[in-house]
């Protein structure tokens, strides 16, 4: 006499066919854990914007580099900004929200 190989199934391999069949899951009562977000609130930096005044130049995209002989200060473009004044805020980085 030869028996069948799907006759000799593991116990808790028929439980889960029979579960299939009956339309629950194995994994349908677990608790699904997920973390609170917190609300995100505009950033106080940039005020939401994600960009906020260079703080090498101060948000004038120039800064003194020397005197000349009389006194006279002598800028250059800002190497935090490259002249454009703002860079991206480092309190959000970017976003816009804290």
Known sequence: MRKHICCHVDASVQFLFQSRRQGS????NKPTYRK??????????CQG?????????NGTGEVIKSRDVYG????????GCFGVKSSRCTVCGGEGFV
């Open 49 to 57: 914007m994600g960009r906020a005044p260079c703080q090498i130049c």
């Open 25 to 28: 899951s194995m994994w349908q």
């Open 72 to 79: 006279k200060p002598i800028s250059s473009r800002c190497d």
């Open 36 to 45: 609170e977000e917190k609300p995100k609130r505009r950033c106080h930096r």
